[in-house]
């Protein structure tokens, strides 16, 4: 039987502050109605000030060593996905590395917005298959509240900031660990959802800040079109691809950027909502951390066993999209 990589353990980080829709209120021309219903948003958390994505990978991994009862130390890589990187160089993966104490760990980021979580876990889970590495954390971990536009009502209502981790180990049982992967891009998207500066091809200027280049910039609406077609495809091809269907599911994880999407995307697989990991009420858009951070509540609620076939599926800048089939590898937490 090949080697095949599975999730040994998973955690998350969320910072303590919480920004409500009425908060957003006082801020921005909104209502809480509006933000309700057209994303199925309610709250989200905001790092403190001085505090970095950095901080919050971190944590999470220090708490992702203790779920699994290992030292930091046996760590042997670090990936981290984030478009919020504490700054362009060195990587977050190099900060995290120090800061959670893994010290014999290589470590490197990828970017790929909203699909970085499932990108990094693609990558992860070959040096895994290959046995290159034995331990491999994948973090996914975004402070989208420094490149938040707290003016801008298209786009400040709909992000927050949080981390999520899990441990990728190898396993020769069959009836768990990761079977497949679907990604894609298309890069003639670029424009629909970006941060124009602060790269080489706009360095910060003058003009660059007072143009508020230095945030997110969305076009919602084609975004939406294309989020709801892709997320639904990349969902229901990999199952097709496997020979399975929606029913045969525990549990859906999708990416949590707009209650709406999900929506659309649990209709084509025909599941019931019961089957569907849901937290963007309480998170928001946390860009890289959705998956891993849905996943860990899940586990932690006792919505997870040995066994069960669990699908991640996602979509977003670039244009990204992705998926990812697994079953799932560790056993329920004590009094679940
Ligand atoms: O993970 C990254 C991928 N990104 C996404 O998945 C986001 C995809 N897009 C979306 O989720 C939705 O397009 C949004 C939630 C961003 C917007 O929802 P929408 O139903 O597409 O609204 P819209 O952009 O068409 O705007 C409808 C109206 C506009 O007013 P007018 O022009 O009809 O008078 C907006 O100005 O709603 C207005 N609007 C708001 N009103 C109150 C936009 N934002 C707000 C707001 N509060 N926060």
Redesign the pocket.
């Known amino acids: 039987m090949p080697k095949k990589a599975y999730i040994s353990a998973v955690s998350h980080y969320v910072p303590e502050k919480v920004l409500t829709n009425f908060d957003?209120e006082k801020m921005?021309?909104?209502?809480d109605e509006?933000?309700r219903t057209?994303?199925g948003i309610r709250e989200r958390h905001i790092l403190e000030p001085g505090k970095a994505t950095s901080d919050m990978g971190a944590e999470a991994v220090k708490k992702l060593c203790q779920n699994r009862g290992i030292d930091p130390m046996e760590i042997d890589g670090i990936i981290v996905a984030t478009v919020t990187p504490d700054m362009f160089f060195p990587s977050t993966g190099n900060l995290v590395q120090e800061k959670s104490g893994a010290k014999n760990a290589w470590s490197f980021d990828i970017a790929a917005?909203?699909s970085g979580f499932i990108y990094s876990l693609s990558v992860a889970a070959q040096f895994i298959v290959a046995g290159t590495a034995k331990k491999i954390v994948v973090v996914g971990a975004d402070k989208m509240s420094a490149i938040t536009n707290y003016r801008d009502?298209?786009?400040?209502?709909?992000f927050g900031d949080a981390a999520g981790a899990v441990l990728l180990e190898p396993t020769e049982d069959e009836n768990v660990g990761i079977m497949d992967f679907l990604l894609y891009s298309d890069g003639s998207g670029a424009d629909f959802?970006k941060m124009k500066a602060g790269g080489s091809l706009y360095p910060a200027s003058l003009e660059t800040v007072a143009n508020d280049w230095h945030f997110i910039y969305?076009d919602?609406?084609s975004?939406?079109k294309f989020?709801v077609t892709k997320m639904a495809e990349v969902s229901v091809d990999i199952l097709e691809k496997n020979g399975l269907q929606g029913n045969d599911l525990t549990l859906f994880v999708p990416?949590q950027?707009?209650l709406?999407?999900i929506d659309a995307a649990v209709k084509r697989l025909g599941i019931d909502y019961d089957r569907v990991m849901i937290n963007i009420d309480r998170y928001g858009?946390t860009?890289a951390a959705?998956i891993p951070l849905a996943l860990s509540e899940a586990y932690l609620e006792g919505r997870l066993d040995i066994g069960d076939l669990v699908l991640f599926a996602t979509?977003?800048?670039g244009f990204t999209w992705a998926s990812s089939l697994l079953r799932w590898g560790i056993p329920k937490p004590d009094g679940k």
Do not use: E, M, P, Y
């Open positions: 957003l921005v021309d909104t209502s509006w933000i057209r994303t917005a909203c009502r298209n786009t400040c209502v709909l959802l969305q919602g609406k975004v939406f989020a990416h950027a707009n709406r999407i858009n860009t959705t979509f977003g800048g």
